[in-house]
Structure formats: structure tokens, C-alpha cells
């Protein structure tokens, strides 16, 4: 049973940067994608960023040259680094383990991500 648990969130003011850890319970972190998802009030929850076992990266275009995804193995986390944080960022942040494009574990708690204009 994988369990994901966020944190890092917190209210910040545009231009501003946060950084999201991801801690991964069980064997799998190290030959598993993993990415980071956001959910905004009364939006469907959308994949932001993903890194593959071999540490290949992919961005959705709202976040690409301003969020950097990265993974410790040995510490079987993923990090979320956000800069240049704009108001329409706001969002609960999840991880999950991803199977192609498909997220395959429970979903954690989140961690919340606020930013002020």
C-alpha cells in the first residue's frame, strides 16, 4: 500500500517561491514516475509536472520554465520547486505514482498553495 504525504504549502505573494516535498511510502518510489497534480477551487485537478525513474522531466505549459520537478531516491521524495508563483497558481498541490499518464495511488491530504497579487 502506497501512502503519499505533501507539505510545503503555504500563502506566499506573486513573484514569490515555494518549494513542495512529497514523501513516498514503500518500494516502488524508485522505478516509478511520479507527478505533481493541483486542484483549484471548482476545477478539475490537473497534472503539472512529472519525472520518470530515469529523472526525465515534462511540464504542463502553464508552469513550464517556472516550476522544476525533481526526486531523491534514496529519500523516496519528489520536490515541487516553484518560482515566479502568479495569483492563478493557487491551488491544493498533490503527488502521485503515475502508470503512463495515469495516477495509480490514494490520494494524499495536499498541501495548499496560496498566492497573493
Known amino acids: 500500500q502506497v501512502q503519499l504525504a505533501e507539505s510545503g504549502g503555504g500563502l506566499v505573494q506573486a513573484g514569490g517561491s515555494l518549494r513542495l516535498s512529497c514523501v513516498v511510502s514503500?518500494?516502488?518510489?524508485?522505478?516509478?514516475?511520479m507527478g505533481w497534480y493541483r486542484q483549484a477551487p471548482g476545477k478539475q485537478r490537473e497534472l503539472v509536472a512529472s519525472?520518470?525513474?530515469?529523472?526525465?522531466?515534462n511540464y504542463a505549459d502553464s508552469v513550464k520554465g517556472r516550476f522544476t520537478i525533481s526526486r531523491d531516491n534514496a529519500k523516496n521524495t519528489v520536490y515541487l520547486q516553484m518560482n515566479s508563483l502568479k495569483p492563478e497558481d493557487t491551488a491544493v498541490y498533490y503527488c502521485?505514482?503515475?502508470?503512463?499518464?495515469?495516477?495509480?495511488?490514494?490520494w494524499g491530504q495536499g498541501t495548499q498553495v496560496t498566492v497573493s497579487s
Open positions: 502521485n505514482v503515475l502508470l503512463g499518464l495515469r495516477p495509480i495511488a490514494d
Open positions: 514503500g518500494s516502488i518510489f524508485g522505478i516509478r514516475t
Open positions: 519525472i520518470t525513474s530515469d529523472y526525465t522531466t
